[in-house]
């Protein structure tokens, strides 16, 4: 194979494609990496561990400035219109996000999952009660926001981020497109970073079987059945209920009409963006009101995120119970506000919510690196956790505006 064939395998294409063939080649190396010990003096899985450290890196670099910018950009340039049905769409949107976000909780109390982490020398500082949650929660909002940048404070980042973006919802057209225009930039260089993943996944998979064996793969087929779980339960069970609260009637064929039009296209596609036009035309054909439709379906696709509170959420929770962190019921409710406010502010791009596991995971004390090791651990499960994620957010997003609407027809006869 040339170089130029090569470059292509590994950068262009499809990226659940390239996912894959790095977990089947760090598979591999770790498995065949005893036996060539002998013959070539090292590990060849501990060498090519460093690829791995070098992507867990890059995200836990990029991810303070990340939150920072999209939030800001997200909220100073946010059109909410005037019309009661798409208040009655926002609710539902951030309704269904929290419910999902609780029910991976409860997914996480019932079949705890832990992975393997390098804990290293990382001082961690549990929290006692919620109280003491609490006033730590406070100090971080209110801590300078240079130094919240530099220490990858992400509660203090958030809440500047949220005050900065509410300020300049009144600030000219020209200044919210220079935001969106840093929004735009830092989103390129996400995308760069993630165009490794491969690589990266490869490198983690390889050291990590290496390291703890075969019983580790078993662990993150565990923690993705965990995540999966939790989704469909949302997307049959939670979802159907908050649509029968709607329109007093049997949901399912609407929630079926929803999954199998938007949702599967969704999951090959792995964007919500780019599902939108699935979504419009999918609204058309159930003549929903285009004026509330074409509305709500682009802001569903920003704000809508269930399947993103729930990877946030199970992701954050594995690297507390892998720790050994005891959670009491109010710290978890409180981890399900801040999944849903996380989830409603990641980003477009392909695994774009696991880019706020380290916000999360700040609620317990738990350092920024091991934080970005759990996001390598969701690109290795990403091949089927991110397509599922979506499938939920993007299919959720027209059934709920579907829900409203007919709800507003029934009332107007």
Not at 2 to 18: E, I
Not at 98 to 111: G, P, Q, R
Not at 193 to 203: E, K, L, Q, S, T
Request: glycine share 8%; proline share 3%.
């Amino acid at each position: 194979m040339n170089s130029s064939r090569l470059f292509s395998l590994l950068f262009h294409g499809n990226l659940v494609k390239r996912i894959f063939i790095g977990l089947l080649l760090g598979i591999l190396v770790a498995l065949i990496s005893p036996s060539l010990n002998a013959l070539v003096g090292f590990n060849l899985a501990d060498k090519v561990g460093i690829l791995g450290q070098i992507f867990v890196r890059s995200l836990r670099s990029v991810a303070p400035i990340l939150v920072f910018i999209l939030v800001i950009a997200a909220i100073a340039n946010k059109k909410v219109g005037s019309k009661s049905s798409m208040k009655d769409i926002v609710v539902l949107y951030l309704i269904g996000t929290f419910l999902a976000a609780l029910t991976a909780v409860l997914a996480s109390f019932i079949f705890p999952s832990k992975v393997a982490l390098v804990t290293g020398d990382h001082s961690l500082s549990p929290p006692g009660e919620l109280s003491e949650v609490m006033s730590g929660l406070i100090f971080n909002v209110i801590d300078n926001p240079i130094t919240a940048l530099f220490n990858a404070n992400f509660i203090g980042i958030l809440a500047w981020a949220i005050g900065l973006g509410v300020a300049l919802r009144h600030a000219s057209e020209a200044t919210k497109n220079v935001v969106n225009d840093f929004a735009e930039a830092v989103s390129k260089i996400v995308h760069f970073i993630i165009a490794f993943a491969p690589i990266g996944v490869f490198g983690l998979v390889a050291e990590t079987l290496g390291d703890k064996g075969l019983q580790a793969l078993g662990q993150y087929i565990h923690l993705l059945a965990v995540l999966i779980g939790a989704m469909l339960f949302v997307a049959f069970v939670i979802n159907p209920i908050l649509v029968f609260w709607k329109i007093r009637r049997n949901p399912f064929p609407l929630v079926w009409t929803c999954v199998r039009e938007s949702g599967l296209t969704a999951f090959l596609t792995r964007s919500s963006a780019a599902n939108i036009p699935v979504n419009m035309a999918l609204a058309k054909r159930l003549n929903l009101d285009e004026e509330t439709y074409s509305v709500s379906i682009p802001l569903g696709a920003n704000i809508n995120m269930a399947g993103a509170a729930i990877t946030i959420t199970i992701l954050t929770l594995s690297a507390v119970y892998t720790l050994g962190v005891e959670v009491s019921i109010p710290t978890a409710l409180l981890l399900s506000v801040v999944a849903t406010v996380c989830a409603c502010g990641a980003s477009g791009v392909s695994g774009g919510s696991l880019l706020l596991i380290p916000l999360a995971c700040s609620l317990f004390g738990i350092s920024n690196d091991i934080a970005a090791q759990m996001i390598g651990v969701g690109f290795i499960i990403g091949v089927l956790q991110d397509s599922t994620e979506t499938a939920l957010n993007s299919s959720t997003d027209v059934l709920f505006t579907a829900a409203v609407c007919i709800s507003q027809e029934e009332d107007n006869k």
